[in-house]
């Protein structure tokens, strides 16, 4: 067989260990040929294309990003993108796909399969909210990350008397705030499920300056207040429709300030979450995702999602794992308030 593998959507650490396990059994164990898309679905759609043997997977296990590179190109927006996918695919002597991708990507995986293209899935997100699995690969990353910017800011937050505010991505589900909030011991967690009341989070920021401790916020770039007031995007849109975020940190040090009389700052972490080498825990998750992946593509297992269950993966259908997203219940958010304040 001859097999495409693409990457598409925001990167992420673990990203290029997953194309090396895919590729190293698929040509180890099976006798496979392999051949990369670049850029997300921009690669078959417009039929471009690099080379993808054991010799180009050598030593990028530890490298972030993607050696395919990534787009958020969308084929179902485009005027016979279907076809032109098929055609390139074809031309190519493509066989299979792997898609290794967040909610959008694989939602393209999943209509592409519904029209006869062979195709299974590995997710990928920082944002860890794709359904169906219990952890995505990079989310580990993105929280250390966001962990060992909260543990500094705490003591120049405290050298200074000052509040602040850590803001991390997550766009419409806050697991990169909670995990990394609860790790880090922040006194404030705010998350896009839970809308926020701006007297509530003054009222933290207030009784910990009563300590000789300084408040940490860490806010979700997709959380806002109850009041809902507050215009913070840019307007601009991606080929999947979601707004460019950003300005909740800000907003919110200029209220605490302003409530509080107290000196506010925001650090925005923004993209150093996605890049950079991945942790142990996203190396060994995203390999394992690549082995299962080439056995389900082996295999003739179509349509399907690798997915993390308990220690084990498994195979979901694609249907299932973009159904919906999956987002922060309120039980997990309470255990992280039991610190607030
Ligand atoms: O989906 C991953 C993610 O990092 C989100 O957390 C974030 O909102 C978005 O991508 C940012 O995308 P971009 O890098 O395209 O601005």
Not at 42 to 65: A, C, K, N, Q, Y
Not at 93 to 112: F, H, M, S
Not at 279 to 284: C, I
Request: glycine content about 12%; overall charge negative; aromatic content about 6%.
């Amino acid at each position: 067989m001859r097999i495409g593998v693409l990457t598409g959507g925001g990167d992420c650490p673990g990203l290029n260990a997953v194309i090396r396990a895919a590729v190293r059994k698929g040509i180890s164990d099976y006798g496979h040929e392999f051949i990369g898309f670049r850029d997300g679905w921009r690669g078959p759609l417009e039929g471009d294309t690099m080379p993808l043997d054991v010799s180009t997977v050598r030593g990028i296990l530890p490298r972030g990003g993607t050696i395919l590179g990534s787009s958020r190109t969308n084929p179902m927006k485009i005027d016979g993108g279907v076809e032109h996918i098929k055609d390139n695919l074809a031309n190519h002597g493509v066989d299979a796909l792997i898609a290794i991708g967040g909610e959008d990507t694989l939602g393209v995986a999943k209509q592409l399969f519904d029209r006869e293209v062979k195709v299974v899935g590995v997710p990928k997100t920082i944002d860890n909210d794709l359904n169906a699995t219990d952890y995505t690969f990079g989310f580990d990353t993105a929280v250390n990350i966001a962990v060992e910017a909260i543990d500094r800011l705490h003591t120049t937050a405290e050298s200074h008397h000052r509040a602040l505010i850590c803001e991390v991505m997550g766009r419409h589900a806050g697991w990169i705030a909670l995990h990394a909030g609860m790790a880090a011991g922040a006194n404030v967690v705010l998350i896009p499920e839970k809308p926020f009341d701006i007297e509530r989070v003054c009222e933290y920021v207030e009784s910990r300056f009563k300590t000789r401790y300084a408040p940490i916020i860490v806010v979700a770039e997709g959380a806002h207040p109850l009041e809902g007031q507050m215009s913070l995007q840019s307007g601009e849109l991606d080929a999947f429709g979601h707004v460019r975020l950003g300005g909740v940190g800000e907003w919110l040090a200029r209220e605490i300030e302003k409530r509080t009389g107290k000196e506010a700052r925001t650090t925005v972490l923004g993209h150093i979450q996605r890049g950079g080498t991945p942790t142990a825990f996203d190396r060994v998750l995203a390999t394992r995702f690549g082995l299962q992946a080439i056995d389900a593509v082996h295999q003739g297992d179509f349509g399907k999602m690798v997915a993390l269950r308990g220690t084990d993966i498994v195979r979901v259908p694609l249907a299932e794992a973009t159904a919906e997203l999956k987002t922060v219940p309120e039980s997990r958010y309470a255990e992280a308030e039991v610190f607030f304040g």
